[in-house]
């Protein structure tokens, strides 16, 4: 007597039998895969995403700090394999290391903050860049500085040109206000971010 054997098994076809889980058991699985992550000691960098009045931004941080800020003109996903490349590929998405800088991005936004607290990782800036990322914090909240000015405060008076690249690549926007530093004339200048969000930002500094 022949027996016919049992049609196989395509693994897939198995998967796809199984329920779906739902949004919400999903992000319970996710937050306790990033929090058993963080306390191993294998999260190099956590990311999450806030909606703010200059559209979302995407926050990252390494253990000594925020390590970057980036607006949705950026490409979320390419600085994300950016810092992959440069920082580590153990990247996650883990809210949590970054509840700090999302409350105080909140309180400058709703006008209830003027000056952030946060620790800063700058090893995405190097050389006279990183010198003028020191020198944009100096820059106080509603207050605006030239090109030229910033270059002199640097050290480099005729550095003009390499001031707006420096303010260009910011990896930090925002939290290094390099939206405050604007051309001699007094117009606005770029910004990283866009002309838009720039004057939405010093609209909002000037606001009493």
């Known amino acids: 007597m022949t027996t016919t054997p049992p049609n196989p098994v395509d693994g897939d076809d198995l998967l796809g039998r199984l329920p779906e889980a739902d949004q919400a058991t999903q992000t319970r699985?996710?937050?306790?895969?990033?929090?058993?992550?963080?306390?191993?000691?294998?999260?190099?960098?956590?990311?999450?995403?806030?909606?703010?009045?200059?559209?979302?931004?995407?926050?990252?941080?390494?253990e000594h700090g925020l390590v970057r800020v980036a607006y949705a003109s950026e490409d979320h996903d390419k600085v994300l394999d950016r810092l992959a490349e440069t920082v580590s590929s153990r990247l996650l998405r883990a809210p949590a290391r970054l509840d700090d800088a999302a409350r105080q991005l909140g309180e400058y936004f709703t006008g209830r903050r003027s000056l952030f607290d946060l620790p800063l990782d700058l090893r995405l800036a190097h050389g006279f860049r990183r010198e003028v990322l020191s020198h944009l914090r100096d820059i106080g909240y509603g207050t605006t500085a030239s090109y030229a000015a910033v270059a002199t405060a640097a050290g480099s008076p005729r550095a003009v040109r390499a001031v707006g690249t420096a303010c260009a690549t910011n990896p930090l926007p925002v939290v290094v206000p390099c939206h405050r530093v604007i051309r001699s004339d007094g117009t606005i200048g770029h910004y990283v971010g866009g002309a838009e969000a720039k004057k939405t930002l010093l609209t909002l500094e000037a606001t009493p």
Request: aromatic share 2%.
């Open 29 to 62: 699985l996710h937050a306790r895969l990033a929090a058993a992550a963080e306390q191993a000691g294998i999260l190099d960098v956590a990311y999450r995403t806030l909606d703010t009045p200059v559209g979302p931004l995407l926050l990252a941080a390494t």
